[in-house]
């Protein structure tokens, strides 16, 4: 360590005219680069003497320290930040926000288990009925993500998200300086300043919530150095390992990778390459390219087949060239926030390279199309919608850390281009604009320092409130480097331009990571402390099939995953579209891509098989057993249970099971499986009553049962309250178990009002907001017959015998004289298979869901497994790609000297990738450009 601090202090003061006269980056001429100031060029004079005069380990050894410091100085950054706000370890604050909360971290748990104790990662029981979680797939095939699961506590998960955080952009970092070291000859110090600009680049620093797109940004630079390796020395096989490895680890990040790298790849080839490499150059990108997705195929292949049978999916893809084409220009706050925050320097740097462009007219002509095709859709929402496939939810510019590592790039090549043509600061005006630049600087710095903070509201560092402050801190940040770096005094400007620097990622990742005002209920994490206490609390047997339920929806949606307990509630976003339709259909909550507890009928509960029940509120032992407390929860059984499904009449497979009325559904179903119920379900008279601001229904209940009800749709904004016999109904969600308006977020179907017997029951509705009107309203009643419901779940129970393994299910039953099908409640997930007494049976989609299997008269056994569809052909297909990568590495190292040769195949690929290359920008680009200015210039 003292010798790289003695190498970097002498560094400062070496003569210039040390420099070696080699110029592996063909730079024009040897006195440009002497001339360079000291303080930009002397620690690369140093590094570029110890690589001619050093030999062995400690050479080596430097080097390594000095592409350590990256992630060293991001490691340092991130401390000095949870040391400030109290993040633990230096506190009980967190990194985590947003839905990496309620989405990622309950995730992280499942990989635990599976790690740990050999949970299925293949499937999953303990959600949404039973799936493939893709996303826990994909973070376990990640070394460094299984290594840290490996080490961290199952029970300090979230803690440990600190960490967790800060190693993805330390790795970041490090990919950044192993690029930009193997590329430029730029200054080391000036390489270390870019790398941790990218680590903490604004994409990071607005995206971080989404854990599994922070691997891509790490990855990204490596695949740009292998694409380098390509274009220059025709070697493929790095290139399509490291892509190939993007792509199974995220593939829908990687498919705008592969969008960047098609378009800015095309313009390298058709700008940068002379002539005679093109049509190689062509077919060699072409080759790397389809053999990473073809080495992916065994994560690829399973990913996009469940990610296209999600809702997500079908809505991202539902809009036509057309409809996205005519989209108004759209200037939000996260697209204006990749442009200005910790751009100002590469911005600086990349018009110094255009106002050089005569010089250096591919390089700047490259750079600033590349930065175009990156930024565009900043402006054009046309643009920013194709690459997202037509939708992106609240997330644009998915692929903006794309455009940083350009921006980055293309500063790594002009200083190194151009390192000994800056400060010329001889003249008067040189001074009076050195001066200017740091009057620039210092006005941005105190922005920084006093506006910044203006509102705590959220994570992210851009909002209304200091949209037009962050604005000017570019510009006058941009300014001033830009002045310093042409006009500036060499010593003084270098240190101001590490300061500023400094200065921007220092306050913009605080800012990000700064303890901003409570979180709303539904980012709270309280939720994952109460679920680990009643993990350890919880000593009920996990067979795999039976189900809990936390009834009043204390907990957040994907609790499950964290009491490793089944449950179909669910949101991890790429789940089967079916699973939410038919849960609504129901009678079950649901909110966006989420599948909840709250809602659902006696009947339905025990169809799903709810076993178990958490309540925060004590239940009517009449229906629920009390097993005592976990955590500040009770623990119930249900007095009504199923065996784990039912055999049912061929009705349960058709459309006419499953309808829009709740109630009608449920009878169909128990009489699709009990023949005669069909009356489980019963509407009682009643009478209604209106006013300006209430409605009175007068139930007549005859017999003795659960009244249900059931609203037409009502908005959040135009609430309820439900009073039943004079006392209002609870209506508890989550953050809000005190709630009495109806409908809440995360309670929003069918209510039980209660049990009664032969009485007339009052239920007043209570409009909450004064603009709400009855207009519209309805109401719909039905009573459940309690006692025909237990004879069901007697006759049920007896029937059927099911045993789980990881992922398979033996079941014996047997089927009586109307019994056509065993139905199952679990999700119809692509990748079922099934023997039915040893033959090969279909399975069947049943309830729009769930699974169906016809039976033989008698006695049955039915065998079903699941293994991710796509993934065992997938597996050949990599092995097979894999089997063609060793050849060609085998080929490669033969010939390490392969030149690019021109013939006419290779002139075939150049033409055609320039053909489709000029087809994508005219449709992506130029059309929708010139439709928005249209739109925004001239019909307005």
């Given at each position: 360590?003292?010798?790289?601090?003695?190498?970097?202090?002498?560094?400062?003061?070496?003569?210039?005219?040390?420099?070696?006269?080699?110029?592996?980056?063909?730079?024009?001429?040897?006195?440009?680069?002497?001339?360079?100031?000291?303080?930009?060029?002397?620690?690369?004079?140093?590094?570029?003497?110890?690589?001619?005069?050093?030999?062995?380990?400690?050479?080596?050894?430097?080097?390594?320290?000095?592409?350590?410091?990256?992630?060293?100085?991001?490691?340092?950054?991130?401390?000095?930040?949870?040391?400030?706000?109290?993040?633990?370890?230096?506190?009980?604050?967190?990194?985590?926000?947003?839905?990496?909360?309620?989405?990622?971290?309950?995730?992280?748990?499942?990989?635990?288990?599976?790690?740990?104790?050999?949970?299925?990662?293949?499937?999953?029981?303990?959600?949404?009925?039973?799936?493939?979680?893709?996303?826990?797939?994909?973070?376990?095939?990640?070394?460094?993500?299984?290594?840290?699961?490996?080490?961290?506590?199952?029970?300090?998960?979230?803690?440990?998200?600190?960490?967790?955080?800060?190693?993805?952009?330390?790795?970041?970092?490090?990919?950044?300086?192993?690029?930009?070291?193997?590329?430029?000859?730029?200054?080391?110090?000036?390489?270390?300043?870019?790398?941790?600009?990218?680590?903490?680049?604004?994409?990071?620093?607005?995206?971080?919530?989404?854990?599994?797109?922070?691997?891509?940004?790490?990855?990204?630079?490596?695949?740009?150095?292998?694409?380098?390796?390509?274009?220059?020395?025709?070697?493929?096989?790095?290139?399509?390992?490291?892509?190939?490895f993007c792509l199974s680890i995220q593939l829908y990040i990687s498919y705008m990778v592969y969008f960047f790298l098609f378009i800015v790849g095309g313009l390298y080839i058709f700008i940068v390459l002379p002539?005679?490499?093109?049509?190689?150059?062509?077919?060699?990108?072409?080759?790397?390219?389809?053999?990473?997705?073809?080495?992916?195929?065994?994560?690829?292949?399973?990913?996009?087949?469940?990610?296209?049978?999600?809702?997500?999916?079908?809505?991202?893809?539902?809009?036509?060239?057309?409809?996205?084409?005519?989209?108004?220009?759209?200037?939000?706050?996260?697209?204006?926030?990749?442009?200005?925050?910790?751009?100002?320097?590469?911005?600086?740097?990349?018009?110094?390279?255009?106002?050089?462009?005569?010089?250096?007219?591919?390089?700047?002509?490259?750079?600033?199309?590349?930065?175009a095709v990156c930024v565009l859709p900043v402006v054009f929402e046309n643009i920013n919608l194709f690459w997202h496939m037509g939708s992106y939810v609240n997330f644009p510019m998915r692929f903006a850390f794309?455009?940083?590592?350009?921006?980055?790039?293309?500063?790594?090549?002009?200083?190194?281009?151009?390192?000994?043509?800056?400060?010329?600061?001889?003249?008067?005006?040189?001074?009076?604009?050195?001066?200017?630049?740091?009057?620039?600087?210092?006005?941005?710095?105190?922005?920084?320092?006093?506006?910044?903070?203006?509102?705590?509201?959220?994570?992210?560092?851009?909002?209304?409130?200091?949209?037009?402050?962050?604005?000017?801190?570019?510009?006058?940040?941009?300014?001033?480097?830009?002045?310093?770096?042409?006009?500036?005094?060499?010593?003084?400007?270098?240190?101001?331009?590490?300061?500023?620097?400094?200065?921007?990622?220092?306050?913009?990742?605080?800012?990000?990571?700064?303890?901003?005002?409570?979180?709303?209920?539904?980012?709270?994490?309280?939720?994952?402390?109460?679920?680990?206490?009643?993990?350890?609390?919880?000593?009920?047997?996990?067979?795999?099939?039976?189900?809990?339920?936390?009834?009043?929806?204390?907990?957040?949606?994907?609790?499950?995953?964290?009491?490793?307990?089944?449950?179909?509630?669910?949101?991890?976003?790429?789940?089967?579209?079916?699973?939410?339709?038919?849960?609504?259909?129901?009678?079950?909550?649901?909110?966006?891509?989420?599948?909840?507890?709250?809602?659902?009928?006696?009947?339905?509960?025990?169809?799903?098989?709810?076993?178990?029940?958490?309540?925060?509120?004590?239940?009517?032992?009449?229906?629920?057993?009390?097993?005592?407390?976990?955590?500040?929860?009770?623990?119930?059984?249900?007095?009504?249970?199923?065996?784990?499904?039912?055999?049912?009449?061929?009705?349960?497979?058709?459309?006419?099971?499953?309808?829009?009325?709740?109630?009608?559904?449920?009878?169909?179903?128990?009489?699709?499986?009990?023949?005669?119920y069909s009356c489980l379900f019963t509407s009682p008279d009643h009478s209604a009553e209106s006013a300006d601001s209430e409605y009175t229904y007068t139930v007549d209940v005859r017999g003795k049962g659960t009244?249900?009800?059931?609203?037409?749709?009502?908005?959040?904004?135009?609430?309820?309250?439900?009073?039943?016999?004079?006392?209002?109904?609870?209506?508890?969600?989550?953050?809000?178990?005190?709630?009495?308006?109806?409908?809440?977020?995360?309670?929003?179907?069918?209510?039980?009002?209660?049990?009664?017997?032969?009485?007339?029951?009052?239920?007043?509705?209570?409009?909450?907001?004064?603009?709400?009107?009855?207009?519209?309203?309805?109401?719909?009643?039905?009573?459940?017959?309690?006692?025909?419901?237990?004879?069901?779940?007697?006759?049920?129970?007896?029937?059927?015998?099911?045993?789980?393994?990881?992922?398979?299910?033996?079941?014996?039953?047997?089927?009586?004289?109307?019994?056509?099908?065993?139905?199952?409640?679990?999700?119809?997930?692509?990748?079922?298979?099934?023997?039915?007494?040893?033959?090969?049976?279909?399975?069947?989609?049943?309830?729009?869901?769930?699974?169906?299997?016809?039976?033989?008269?008698?006695?049955?056994?039915?065998?079903?497994?699941?293994?991710?569809?796509?993934?065992?052909?997938?597996?050949?297909?990599?092995?097979?790609?894999?089997?063609?990568?060793?050849?060609?590495?085998?080929?490669?190292?033969?010939?390490?000297?392969?030149?690019?040769?021109?013939?006419?195949?290779?002139?075939?690929?150049?033409?055609?990738?320039?053909?489709?290359?000029?087809?994508?920008?005219?449709?992506?680009?130029?059309?929708?450009?010139?439709?928005?200015?249209?739109?925004?210039?001239?019909?307005?």
């Amino acid at each position: 360590m003292f010798d790289l601090i003695s190498v970097i202090l002498h560094g400062f003061s070496l003569p210039t005219d040390r420099l070696p006269a080699s110029n592996p980056y063909n730079l024009t001429t040897k006195s440009t680069a002497q001339s360079a100031h000291p303080h930009l060029c002397g620690v690369a004079l140093t590094v570029m003497m110890m690589k001619t005069t050093l030999n062995g380990k400690k050479n080596d050894r430097l080097r390594a320290l000095y592409l350590l410091l990256p992630p060293f100085f991001t490691v340092l950054i991130f401390t000095a930040i949870y040391i400030v706000n109290g993040i633990y370890p230096f506190g009980y604050e967190s990194v985590v926000y947003y839905d990496m909360g309620q989405c990622n971290v309950p995730v992280f748990y499942t990989v635990w288990d599976a790690i740990h104790s050999g949970g299925g990662v293949l499937f999953n029981w303990n959600t949404a009925g039973g799936i493939f979680i893709n996303g826990s797939f994909d973070l376990i095939i990640n070394p460094v993500n299984f290594l840290f699961f490996l080490i961290c506590p199952r029970d300090l998960i979230l803690q440990w998200m600190s960490f967790f955080v800060m190693l993805k952009f330390a790795l970041s970092s490090f990919t950044a300086m192993l690029f930009f070291d193997k590329k430029f000859n730029t200054d080391k110090m000036l390489k270390i300043v870019f790398s941790v600009m990218y680590g903490f680049n604004a994409y990071v620093l607005q995206y971080y919530t989404n854990p599994t797109w922070l691997d891509v940004v790490a990855v990204f630079p490596l695949i740009i150095y292998a694409l380098d390796r390509v274009f220059e020395k025709r070697r493929i096989v790095m290139y399509a390992v490291v892509l190939a490895f993007c792509l199974s680890i995220q593939l829908y990040i990687s498919y705008m990778v592969y969008f960047f790298l098609f378009i800015v790849g095309g313009l390298y080839i058709f700008i940068v390459l002379p002539k005679k490499k093109r049509g190689a150059a062509s077919f060699d990108f072409a080759l790397g390219s389809v053999s990473a997705l073809i080495l992916s195929s065994f994560s690829a292949i399973p990913a996009y087949i469940y990610t296209s049978e999600s809702s997500r999916y079908e809505t991202a893809t539902s809009k036509s060239y057309f409809t996205i084409l005519g989209k108004e220009m759209i200037l939000s706050y996260d697209k204006i926030g990749m442009a200005v925050i910790l751009t100002a320097l590469p911005t600086a740097l990349l018009l110094i390279l255009l106002i050089k462009a005569k010089k250096e007219k591919k390089a700047a002509a490259f750079f600033a199309s590349a930065a175009a095709v990156c930024v565009l859709p900043v402006v054009f929402e046309n643009i920013n919608l194709f690459w997202h496939m037509g939708s992106y939810v609240n997330f644009p510019m998915r692929f903006a850390f794309m455009m940083h590592f350009t921006l980055l790039t293309a500063s790594c090549y002009t200083v190194d281009r151009f390192g000994g043509e800056l400060f010329k600061n001889k003249k008067p005006y040189h001074i009076g604009a050195f001066v200017c630049a740091v009057l620039a600087g210092a006005a941005s710095c105190y922005l920084i320092f006093t506006k910044l903070f203006a509102d705590k509201s959220e994570y992210k560092i851009l909002y209304a409130d200091n949209i037009n402050v962050m604005i000017s801190i570019f510009i006058g940040l941009a300014a001033a480097y830009f002045l310093m770096l042409m006009f500036g005094k060499k010593e003084i400007a270098c240190i101001l331009i590490c300061a500023f620097a400094v200065t921007e990622v220092g306050s913009f990742a605080n800012r990000t990571f700064s303890k901003g005002r409570s979180r709303l209920y539904e980012y709270s994490l309280s939720f994952i402390d109460e679920c680990n206490v009643i993990y350890d609390e919880l000593d009920i047997e996990n067979d795999r099939l039976s189900r809990i339920k936390n009834i009043d929806a204390r907990l957040n949606t994907n609790y499950p995953l964290i009491l490793d307990y089944p449950s179909m509630s669910n949101f991890t976003h790429v789940i089967p579209a079916t699973i939410k339709q038919s849960m609504k259909k129901l009678g079950y909550s649901t909110v966006y891509t989420r599948i909840l507890d709250t809602g659902g009928t006696l009947f339905t509960d025990a169809l799903l098989n709810y076993k178990y029940v958490l309540s925060s509120e004590e239940l009517p032992q009449s229906k629920y057993q009390s097993l005592g407390e976990v955590g500040d929860m009770e623990l119930y059984m249900s007095r009504y249970r199923f065996s784990f499904g039912a055999t049912a009449n061929s009705d349960i497979v058709t459309d006419k099971v499953i309808g829009t009325d709740v109630f009608k559904t449920n009878n169909y179903i128990a009489n699709s499986i009990t023949g005669k119920y069909s009356c489980l379900f019963t509407s009682p008279d009643h009478s209604a009553e209106s006013a300006d601001s209430e409605y009175t229904y007068t139930v007549d209940v005859r017999g003795k049962g659960t009244l249900y009800a059931a609203f037409s749709t009502i908005s959040k904004r135009d609430s309820i309250e439900i009073h039943v016999n004079g006392e209002k109904l609870p209506v508890p969600s989550l953050g809000k178990q005190w709630s009495t308006a109806y409908p809440e977020r995360f309670n929003n179907s069918i209510m039980n009002l209660g049990d009664f017997e032969n009485e007339e029951v009052t239920v007043k509705i209570v409009k909450v907001n004064e603009k709400f009107t009855f207009n519209n309203f309805k109401a719909y009643f039905s009573l459940m017959d309690n006692e025909k419901l237990s004879e069901i779940c007697r006759e049920e129970s007896e029937k059927i015998k099911a045993t789980a393994g990881k992922r398979s299910l033996d079941v014996k039953v047997t089927a009586g004289e109307n019994d056509d099908y065993l139905f199952l409640p679990i999700t119809n997930n692509v990748g079922w298979s099934c023997t039915v007494n040893g033959r090969d049976a279909e399975i069947e989609t049943a309830i729009g869901n769930f699974i169906a299997v016809k039976l033989e008269k008698g006695d049955n056994e039915v065998n079903l497994k699941f293994f991710p569809a796509g993934m065992k052909p997938g597996i050949v297909i990599s092995l097979l790609a894999l089997l063609g990568l060793l050849f060609i590495f085998l080929f490669e190292m033969k010939n390490k000297n392969r030149k690019h040769s021109e013939n006419k195949f290779y002139t075939i690929v150049q033409f055609g990738y320039f053909a489709a290359l000029s087809a994508v920008i005219i449709l992506m680009y130029i059309i929708p450009a010139g439709v928005s200015l249209y739109q925004e210039f001239i019909m307005k």
